[in-house]
């Protein structure tokens, strides 16, 4: 069974940092590509990273980029989330995410498993 479990989310001064993890319990989990969303109340769920399943390609939305990093160690089943240079508008619920292939993909149907997400709350 698919399980993904997020943490390392709580309150954080505003050009702080935090990093997150999100441990997988996956079958073959070193050949799929890994992402990380966030939703705020009212909005729908945004993307904000991809790993590919090597770790050697990434992709960032335009709000996030210079300021979060992932990554991952398939020999842990774990995926990572840096977030540095936080701002009030990081506020949100953070989801890790499953794709079932191995490419970078920032849509959200192109994930098939999701965590029940850890929140990042930004204080100014």
């Known amino acids: 069974q698919v399980q993904l479990v997020e943490s390392g989310g709580g309150l954080v001064q505003a050009g702080g940092s935090l990093r997150l993890s999100c441990a997988a319990s996956?079958?073959?989990?070193?050949?799929?590509?890994m992402a990380w969303f966030r939703r705020t109340p009212g909005k729908e769920r945004e993307f904000i990273t991809a790993?590919?399943?090597?770790?050697?390609?990434?992709y960032y939305a335009d709000s996030v980029k210079g300021r979060f990093t992932i990554s991952r160690d398939n020999a842990e089943n774990t995926v990572y989330l840096q977030m540095d240079s936080l701002k009030p508008d990081d506020t949100a619920i953070y989801y890790c995410?499953?794709?079932?292939?191995?490419?970078?993909?920032?849509?959200?149907?192109?994930?098939?498993?999701w965590g029940q997400g850890t929140q990042v709350t930004l204080s100014s």
């Open positions: 995410a499953a794709a079932s292939h191995p490419y970078v993909h920032p849509e959200l149907g192109s994930y098939d498993s």
């Open positions: 996956i079958p073959r989990f070193s050949t799929i590509s």
């Open positions: 790993i590919s399943w090597s770790g050697s390609s990434s």
